[in-house]
């Protein structure tokens, strides 16, 4: 998982489901995988944590996934299970999603990550060139991810600058 922000800034209470209302994120599992136990309990756990979950299940292309954030803006992640190992021919068209702005919000990635049982880095880091933000190995990881991801997506908002005045309205006064 890569690092977020400064957690020592400001230590705050732990959300509860309640604090949750309203947070949408996307799911679903990638385009060649069928696998679709680990999906169901992670819709569920989702769920039960607060959260609306549109779960696109099985066999979800990269096309399907920025259709979903298009008819959801306010989505906060798109979370892409895999079992199968081939989860890097499956995102190959990520990158060009989010170049084109249809998929807009971080994307988390997790499962069984690559062919056969010795897993190395590199197939890690072939996901984050892909475009991938976040990469983890538990679904447990999930929550902490998604409330540390909104609070920076709050904290960002509270510094935007307000839009300036046009020019002739300010000189006007
Ligand atoms: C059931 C199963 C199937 C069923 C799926 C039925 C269904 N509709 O779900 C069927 C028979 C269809 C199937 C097919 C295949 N399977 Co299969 N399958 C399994 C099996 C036995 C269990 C998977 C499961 O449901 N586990 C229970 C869930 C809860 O656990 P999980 O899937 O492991 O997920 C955990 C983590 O990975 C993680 N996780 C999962 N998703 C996500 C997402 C996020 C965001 C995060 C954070 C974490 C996370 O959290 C879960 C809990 O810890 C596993 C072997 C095993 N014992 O794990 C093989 C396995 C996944 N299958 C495998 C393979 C190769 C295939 C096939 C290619 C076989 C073939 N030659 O046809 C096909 C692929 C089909 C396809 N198009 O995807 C391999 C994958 C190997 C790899 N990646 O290196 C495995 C590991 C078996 C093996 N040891 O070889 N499979």
């Not at 996901?127 to 933000?133: F, P, Q, R």
């Not at 679904?139 to 409330?147: F, H, T, W």
């Amino acid at each position: 998982m890569r690092p977020l922000h400064n957690e020592s800034a400001h230590p705050a209470a732990a959300p509860g489901p309640a604090d949750r209302t309203g947070r949408l994120v996307i799911l679903g599992v990638a385009a060649s995988d069928s696998h679709a136990v680990a999906n169901h309990l992670i819709a569920h756990a989702l769920r039960a944590q607060g959260l609306t979950v549109v779960n696109l299940g099985t066999c979800t292309p990269v096309a399907e996934f920025a259709d979903a954030c298009e008819r959801h803006p306010e989505a906060e992640a798109v979370i892409v299970g895999s079992l199968n190992g081939h989860i890097h021919e499956d995102l190959h068209d990520l990158a060009d999603a989010k170049r084109q702005g249809r998929i807009h919000c971080p994307v988390i990635v997790g499962g069984n990550l690559s062919v056969g049982s010795t897993k190395d880095d590199s197939a890690i880091a072939a996901l984050y060139e892909l475009g991938v933000d976040h990469v983890l190995n538990r679904p447990a990881e999930l929550i902490p991810l998604l409330d540390a991801l909104r609070l920076d997506a709050l904290r960002l908002d509270a510094l935007q600058v307000p839009a300036a005045r046009p020019l002739a309205a300010a000189v006007a006064r």
